[in-house]
């Protein structure tokens, strides 16, 4: 028998409308399958856009994997330009870590939030069933920690957030507190025909809005720590006009040095993942070959798309097998936020170059009559 503190279920459902004060406790159900049997396996964590290893096909029954997040309060760069902000998150990366598990296999958190943290945490997994996606269990204040356990019910890409209650919820998640799981089918991804689908490489790409106030001059403002800065955010943060969408943190985060690379003739799965508002993802040179765009692998995906649409809250995913080399554009399609924002990333593909598929028939020339 798990009893869950009335406390917590008041302050963070109550908040939402959605949690009910006569349930304070569960009751062990006998349907309840006997973990004690079960394998256990340890997932290390990896800061986006990279992924966890992984096995694509599951090898065996269902394991408990185990994983860890600390809830990680400081300030960061976000631009090119200066700007600095006093972010959340988890483990540090924004967004926080992909998990990987399989349908049927059981996710085991411990949650930690450091002494030298000032805020309460918690987190909101969409890929859960029950207690405010485990939000109602997970509330630790600076100096706890907290275990969960929850059973992957469903096969997909689903979003994580830190909800500890009321307006800390938006507050929390725009600073930086979110992440994505990954549920994959215990046999692997297919198309509609049922034929398997195997890829290369995978990368997840956390897409999010910021909201950054200026002052007078309109000049982003660099405050002290998280509470200077609460209330003129909250402010901007009713505008619904962020300042800055990025992915995975910043602008320019996954360009450069950081930019994603591939090689002609690999198949790579991008995880899209945006926590709080709608996003259009699009591969410039490229297509989503298969697409979950609504993040269900129990749905046959969509084929040969131009651009997708995640919604806000959710985490979708795309396959595409890259045939010609060089740098593709990968971008939320709102061009606005990509180009003058700062929600882009790039993949360099190496390889040779198929004149059949695209060449220059001729270079740039004067024009004539």
């Given at each position: 028998m798990l009893h869950v503190n009335r406390r917590d279920v008041l302050k963070i459902g109550g908040a939402l409308g959605a949690a009910s004060a006569a349930a304070p406790v569960m009751v062990a159900s006998a349907s309840e399958t006997d973990?004690?049997?079960?394998?256990?396996?340890?997932?290390?964590?990896?800061?986006?856009?990279?992924?966890?290893?992984?096995?694509?096909?599951?090898?065996?029954g269902p394991k408990i994997v185990e994983v860890e997040l600390t809830a990680t309060e400081d300030k960061r760069e976000i631009d090119d330009e200066g700007t600095m902000l006093n972010t959340l998150s988890f483990n540090g990366s924004i967004p926080g870590p992909l998990m990987i598990c399989h349908e049927g296999d059981y996710i085991e958190l411990t949650l930690k939030n450091p002494e030298s943290n000032v805020f309460e945490h918690n987190i909101d997994f969409h890929a859960s069933t029950?207690?405010?996606g485990g939000g109602a269990l997970t509330l630790v204040s600076p100096g706890e920690q907290v275990k969960l356990r929850w059973k992957a019910t469903k096969a997909g890409t689903y979003i994580y957030h830190c909800a500890p209650g009321g307006t800390m919820i938006p507050f929390h998640v725009v600073s930086?507190?979110?992440g994505a799981v990954m549920v994959l089918p215990r046999d692997g991804l297919k198309d509609r025909h049922g034929n398997p689908l195997r890829y290369d490489r995978a990368y997840y790409i956390g897409e999010q809005d910021f909201y950054v106030p200026r002052d007078?001059?309109?000049?982003f403002i660099d405050?002290?720590?998280?509470?200077?800065?609460?209330?003129d955010m909250f402010d901007v943060m009713q505008t619904l006009t962020p300042t800055h969408v990025v992915l995975n943190g910043r602008v320019g985060a996954l360009t450069g040095d950081n930019t994603m690379t591939a090689n002609v003739g690999e198949t790579v799965l991008f995880i899209h993942s945006q926590a709080n508002r709608d996003s259009r993802p699009h591969l410039i040179?490229?297509?989503g070959d298969y697409v979950w765009?609504?993040?269900s692998f129990a749905d046959p995906p969509a084929e040969g798309l131009e651009t997708w649409f995640i919604r806000g809250g959710s985490a979708g995913a795309a396959l595409y097998t890259f045939l010609q080399s060089g740098v593709y554009v990968y971008l939320s399609h709102n061009l606005i936020e990509a180009v003058q924002l700062g929600?882009?990333?790039?993949?360099?593909?190496?390889?040779?170059?198929?004149?059949d598929l695209m060449t220059q028939v001729q270079p740039p020339t004067m024009m004539t009559a």
């Open positions: 973990i004690s049997g079960l394998p256990r396996v340890k997932q290390e964590l990896v800061a986006p856009p990279f992924v966890p290893a992984h096995e694509q096909v599951a090898s065996g029950g207690a405010l930086g507190m979110n007078a001059e309109g000049n405050y002290a720590d998280h509470g200077e800065g609460m209330a040179g490229g297509h765009e609504q993040g929600c882009l990333a790039t993949v360099v593909v190496e390889g040779e170059w198929n004149h």
